[in-house]
């Protein structure tokens, strides 16, 4: 298992990373936050990781640096390492991935994409623990009322992010009117 931190401008993006075979598959992102808390969220996730840091070789940290300055990519997500999810989780994943760019979902519009109406809370679990945040765009996922619920790296960021797509926010913390859902 390896581990990387990525630049994405000023910021430090964590990535563990590992092989399947000759494959290379990712295993976690982290969102940006200091080098130091990086390192000691993987080791203490990640411990049998014992090598220095080791760059990905098949271009998935230029993707994901990318993807958080809000550029447009392609993502294949037979990068991402599903195994360990359970069914829903991966539905869940999935679907999330088919936000496009500039849009947003809901997280009951989500429940009901992959069959399971009534199910938001359970998909904001899901989104809370996403393994894959900024490829799997978790952020992209608001409340029903437009309001933007949580994200892992605060309300600030998941802001940022959305308007580096070109998602309007407006004063009152809320997706613009009429906004563009997925």
Known sequence: ?????????KENIGLVWDYKGKKQQIR??????????????????????????CRIK?????????????????????????????????????????????KVATYSGLAEKVGKPGAARAVGTVMANNPFPIVIPC????RADGTLGGFGGGLEMKKKM????????NSRERVGAGFRRA
């Open 58 to 102: 098949n271009g998935a940290d230029r993707l994901i640096a990318e993807l958080y300055k809000g550029k447009k990519r392609k993502v294949i997500l037979s990068m991402m390492d599903m195994e360990k999810l359970k069914p829903f989780q991966r539905q869940v994943l999935q679907q999330a991935c088919r936000i496009p760019r500039g």
């Open 1 to 9: 298992m390896y581990y990387q931190m990525i630049k994405a401008g």
């Open 28 to 53: 976690k992102i982290y969102l940006p936050a200091s080098k130091r808390k990086l390192l000691s969220r993987i080791r203490g996730e990640f411990p049998a990781i014992k090598q220095p840091e």
């Open 139 to 142: 952020h992209r996922v608001i």
């Open 162 to 169: 959305l308007k580096s797509e070109g998602v309007k926010i």
